[in-house]
């Protein structure tokens, strides 16, 4: 805080009994009042009885503002602190608006579960030709700001995403690729779905279960999406870096290399396993290491016969997630690959 922010705050604190927000190390920020002003902090007695009293530097008091109020865009608030975001960006998460601004910039937090309607295509209308703020905050705005500024200014546009992982980069991006080609790339015939279709390819072959994320990006992409002077889609590239190639031959046990191979073994067709001699993970040196279960969900986990299973998938069962599924994702892997011009004998080599 600055020292103006110290001096604001003390003359909260003279107030003693006002409501302060104080730090704490389980929940983040709990709301507290400061009961005795101290050289270097104060002590402050929590509002819930289940939190003790406690003391603490100045430094990790914040003053509260309006704290029941929801904010789409933070920087509306008249006291703007890591407390008080932090507690507007939860408020919103409990109520399923993962997005918040920052002014132009957008704060997303992973739910981990779907949230009906949030992406559909009458969604992706709502947000077309609109101006940041004119709809509650969204990935889909973000994009639209991209390309109406690339529109206006004749210049390109780059959209950033970033957090630690499990954060959500993976989904964000596809939902911004998805809002372009959707929105943009009408008339440009099959071209916008193998920008979309580059997605699953990607991911079965440079994602992998990690202990913090069951669909984490084990490598770095840039990608651009190209439009003509009437600013349709009309093609892409995709720039990718810093692989983790030791995974292929290596994972811990609570982590799998990558999903393309426990794909193929849950999801190939009976004769592409007898040509592969494809069998379980237990029976390959580079799997057996690590996690040896599949993803799938109870439609597709009985599909599976015995022989596709490994001992600690038989025991334990199959991971759970909402959005992987090892045997879907082989077809929507083939699919994708076939669209994108990749023949049988191409995809064998």
């Known amino acids: 805080q600055s020292v103006l922010g110290y001096f604001a705050l003390l003359n909260t604190a003279s107030r003693m009994m006002d409501t302060v927000w104080v730090r704490d190390a389980q929940e983040g920020f709990v709301l507290g009042h400061i009961c005795e002003l101290l050289p270097d902090g104060a002590e402050v007695i929590p509002h819930n009885p289940k939190y003790p009293k406690r003391v603490v530097t100045?430094?990790?008091i914040f003053q509260t503002g309006d704290c029941n109020k929801v904010y789409d865009d933070n920087c509306e608030m008249m006291q703007l602190n890591e407390a008080t975001l932090l507690n507007n960006v939860k408020k919103r998460y409990y109520d399923n608006r993962i997005y918040s601004y920052v002014a132009n910039i957008l704060i997303a937090v992973n739910p981990y579960i779907e949230i009906p309607n949030l992406y559909t295509r009458e969604t992706i209308k709502q947000y077309q030709g609109k101006s940041i703020g004119q709809q509650?905050?969204?990935?889909?705005?973000?994009?639209?700001?991209?390309?109406?500024?690339?529109?206006?200014?004749?210049?390109?546009?780059?959209?950033?995403v970033s957090g630690e992982s499990g954060a959500g980069k993976t989904e964000s991006t596809k939902h911004l690729l998805r809002y372009l080609c959707y929105s943009y790339g009408s008339s440009a015939g099959p071209i916008e779905q193998k920008i979309l279709d580059a997605n699953p390819v990607l991911e079965a072959f440079g994602n992998a279960k990690t202990t913090r994320n069951n669909n984490s990006s084990r490598f770095g992409k840039f990608i651009e999406v190209h439009f003509d002077k009437k600013f349709q889609v009309v093609g892409g590239y995709i720039s990718h870096y810093l692989l983790e190639k030791s995974r292929i031959c290596s994972a811990s046990s609570e982590e799998r290399s990558y999903h393309v191979f426990y794909q193929l073994m849950a999801g190939a067709p009976e004769g592409l396993r007898q040509k592969l001699k494809l069998t379980q993970p237990d029976d390959f040196n580079y799997l057996k290491t690590g996690c040896t279960r599949y993803f799938a969900l109870p439609n597709s986990e009985i599909t599976l016969s015995p022989n596709q299973k490994s001992a600690a998938h038989k025991k334990q069962g199959p991971l759970k997630d909402n959005i992987l599924d090892d045997v879907q994702d082989f077809k929507t892997l083939d699919t994708a690959l076939g669209r994108m011009g990749i023949s049988d004998d191409d995809k064998l080599q």
């Open 136 to 160: 509650p905050p969204h990935v889909f705005a973000i994009a639209d700001k991209a390309f109406r500024d690339m529109k206006v200014l004749k210049q390109s546009q780059s959209i950033i």
């Open 58 to 60: 100045f430094n990790d």
